[in-house]
């Protein structure tokens, strides 16, 4: 798979909200999301300016660390700092302009994306990534602030094969997930194997590893992006090094966060 393809199941994902965010109502903007302080609009919100600045730091890589340092600034106030910088822009608009703002953070990205070749680097609020690993993140973060909406408003998104990127990302990150929270990941391999919603079989991991996951594809990366909590999603999981993987999976940066509580509806 090469960048174009990437960037053309991100353009998909957005595509396949797209809908849900463009027919909500007035009242709907404001339905709290199980995202502390975050109703829906601060879920396009967020959408918005990372989308944004992921095309400023495709077609401006030498005065990135500028617009970093912004973000970084803010959070010097705290969450309101942040709050302010990264959806203020958004939440400020009437009700009526907000689904065109994310349209247009949407098509930055996708005319930026286009310029990236497979081997290209793009910098980012940490180390520098991929052009593929970096499209491959704003397609999870579209898919799960995008499921946080969905639950918010009961709205209805079908799952789509597209979710393989998502559940690669969540495998890779086992290591990431550990040293974000200053901990020992616990010793041996994981084999992980998900039905796709095609029917097809995802694997990752040796064959003949002690430790196993096993189930949905779409169960797996809702677990992996804190979505949903391990007891409430059909997943088989043998072996203790599992079983405390994904009761702490985070396939997304930042700080340690916790997910959802067993129990809770998201």
Same mark, same amino acid.
């Given at each position: ?10 353009? =998909? #994902? ?25 109703? $829906? ?10 989308? /944004? ?6 077609? /401006? ?5 500028? #617009? ?13 700092? +942040? ?6 822009? +958004? @939440?400020?608009?009437? $009700? *009526? #302009?907000? /689904? ?7 098509? &930055? ?34 898919? =799960?602030?995008?499921?946080?909406? +969905?639950?918010?408003? *009961?709205? =209805? ?11 690669? !990302? ?10 974000? @929270? ?9 084999? +992980?194997?998900?039905? %796709? ?11 003949? %590893?002690?430790?196993? $996951?096993? *189930?949905? &594809? ?9 979505? @949903? /909590?391990?007891?409430?999603? #059909? !997943? ?6 599992? $079983? ?6 985070? &396939?997304? %940066? ?13």
């Amino acid at each position: 798979m090469n960048v174009a393809d990437v960037l053309s199941d991100l353009l =998909a #994902e957005q595509a396949a909200l797209d809908p849900i965010v463009g027919s909500l109502g007035a009242d709907d903007w404001d339905t709290p999301t199980a995202s502390p302080r975050w109703a $829906v609009t601060e879920q396009v919100a967020h959408l918005t300016y990372f989308d /944004h600045a992921a095309a400023f730091a495709i077609n /401006h890589p030498d005065q990135w660390d500028e #617009e970093m340092n912004r973000l970084f600034g803010a959070a010097g106030d705290g969450d309101p700092g +942040v709050d302010q910088l990264t959806l203020g822009a +958004v @939440r400020d608009l009437p $009700v *009526g #302009e907000r /689904h065109a703002a994310w349209v247009a953070g949407r098509d &930055a990205l996708a005319q930026a994306g286009q310029t990236l070749a497979d081997d290209a680097r793009v910098p980012w609020y940490g180390p520098s990534m991929g052009a593929k690993s970096f499209l491959t993140a704003r397609l999870m973060e579209c898919w =799960a602030h995008g499921q946080d909406i +969905v639950d918010a408003v *009961g709205a =209805a998104r079908p799952a789509t094969d597209r979710l393989r990127h998502i559940a690669q !990302l969540g495998y890779i990150t086992r290591g990431w997930t550990y040293t974000n @929270r200053k901990l020992d990941m616990p010793e041996g391999e994981i084999r +992980v194997s998900l039905d %796709a919603p095609s029917g097809d079989r995802w694997t990752w991991g040796p064959e003949d %590893a002690a430790a196993t $996951v096993a *189930g949905g &594809a779409e169960a797996f990366c809702l677990v992996v992006t804190q979505r @949903r /909590h391990l007891d409430d999603i #059909e !997943l088989d999981v043998q072996g203790d090094a599992a $079983v405390d993987w994904l009761t702490k999976a985070q &396939a997304f %940066a930042g700080p340690p966060t916790d997910g959802p509580a067993a129990g809770s509806s998201r």
